[in-house]
């Protein structure tokens, strides 16, 4: 990648608090334009990397460039091109949502205020509510327009942290399309969400944090091939045959689903294996009504790396 497609790099990055070590020496590279997920369970490290990426916090050791700009010795420029959304809208309820907008943008001194305000207004499907008080603003717009207001500076990189948490599936839904009409536009994203199908929705790139290491990154089709197996679902019509079959295959994990009559076996993925046992189910004169194949969920990947790495630690 060469070095003016980068919009974040960050090197050796270490981080403790007292006597207890947050992050261990993260190194992370992301394209301009890209969306970027890091994912992590509580308590990884997750927080403390974003606060270090947008100026709120000091490392201890490594760099970080933001858009060619050094956190420590160019902070200033580097908040000038980012914008931070926290997971709770930062918005004031008792003002409009034109009014929210207006005071932001007078706060970076825009010469186009309301020009601008409207703009943003009319992007993020606001403009009917724009002369309402924020307080009557359901959670979904509510974001929408916390979005909006981080946008009024035109950053080159924004940093959105857990954006859907709490809204509908509705709202999540037209959340999605905001952040992929944003990475479309140029704007960098850099998304922490305790969602995986988010990240695999989303996400150009991703990386697992866990207890302050990058223990995995790539696309989120690339991790998925990091387990492997799939498995393999079998439907009968007569939900009897569960049993028979479970016997039958018992030298394959499996878990069956009485009510569906339904039994998913694991497998290594290979033609091979799936084969096999399809000829097994033939040869003992059981039909298989529906048969489908189910590749590794990201969140399947997630809870085997997540597991993984503790058993390491342990050791």
Known sequence: MFKADIAISVKGLEKSYKKLKVLKGINLTIKKGSIFALLGANGAGKTTTVKILTTLLKPDKGSVQICGLDILSQADKVRGAISLTGQYAAVDEVMTGKENLRMIGKLRHL???????????????????ADRRVAAYSGGMRRRLDLAMSLLGDPSVIFLDEP??????????????????????????????????????????IA??????????????ELKKLLPHGHIELKFNDGKLLQAVRDLLKEYSSSQDIQNSTLSVV?????????????????????????????????????????????????
């Not at 010469?111 to 509510?129: G, K, P």
């Not at 037209?174 to 479309?184: C, D, Q, T, Y």
Request: hydrophobic fraction near 40%.
């Open 164 to 205: 859907t948490t709490g809204l509908d599936p509705q709202s999540r839904i037209a959340m999605w399309k905001i952040i992929k009409e944003l990475s479309r536009s140029g704007i960098t994203v850099f998304l922490t969400t305790q969602y995986l199908d988010e990240a695999d929705q989303l996400a150009d790139q």
């Open 111 to 129: 010469s186009d205020v309301n020009s601008r305000a409207d703009e943003l207004l009319s992007r993020f499907e606001l403009t009917d509510a």
């Open 267 to 315: 497998t290594d993925g290979s033609i091979k294996q799936i084969t096999d046992i399809l000829n097994k189910l033939e040869k003992q004169g059981i039909p298989v009504a529906e048969f489908s194949q189910k590749l590794p969920t990201l969140e399947e990947v997630f809870l085997a790396i997540i597991g993984e790495n503790k058993e390491k630690e342990a050791i």
């Open 208 to 221: 697992i944090l866990n207890d302050g290491k990058i223990v995995a990154e790539g696309t989120a089709a």
